[in-house]
């Protein structure tokens, strides 16, 4: 789905002044298969995005809504399908006076839900950006765990995670020191 498809698209300019317009999205089963390929999903099953956009200020809009999904992921260990329930909160403020940073390495800024003004929001990629930040990274199964690799030359002691914590020979040391 794109910016053209105007069931998804919210021309600032034409909406009211007055008080907010509330939307309810819930893409159907090709828009969703779209998405789902997009984001490397095997399935995207429910997807709705409700909400409103309001005037904030003389020049500036918010855009309110809850984003509920349930997608399935391969396990990032077995590759297994894993369900996840996604309900989340989503804010984004279009402000008419917001300014880029130009410098090549800026400091990200505490409220990300801040953008500049368009001239149309497309509340389907806000729904799309929205659910691939709530995903989990790296989904895993039930029980399943990804284990310690421990590699090392022939003839010498491996090097495992519990060597290079600094405190991880503390209590052995208690021990010793006690008895």
Do not use: H
């Amino acid at each position: 789905m794109n910016a053209s498809d105007a069931p998804y698209l919210l021309r600032l300019r034409q909406l009211p002044t007055t008080g907010p317009t509330t939307f309810d999205l819930e893409p159907d089963a090709d828009a969703r298969a779209d998405l789902s390929a997009e984001l490397d999903l095997l399935d995207l099953r429910k997807l709705r995005m409700k909400g409103r956009i309001m005037p904030d200020g003389a020049r500036n809009w918010r855009l309110e809504a809850e984003l509920g999904a349930t997608a399935v992921q391969p396990c990032a260990v077995t590759l297994a399908p894993v369900t996840t329930r996604v309900d989340v909160p989503v804010l984004r403020r279009y402000l008419a006076d917001y300014v880029a940073p130009d410098e090549a390495e800026t400091e990200v800024p505490e409220d990300d839900s801040i953008e500049p003004l368009p001239e149309a929001v497309d509340l389907f990629l806000v729904l799309a950006e929205s659910l691939a930040l709530a995903l989990p990274d790296y989904p895993r199964a039930d029980g399943v765990e990804l284990g310690e690799a421990v590699y090392s030359e022939p003839g010498t002691e491996p090097l495992r995670d519990a060597d290079v914590k600094p405190f991880a020979g503390l209590a052995e040391l208690k021990k010793k020191l006690e008895g």
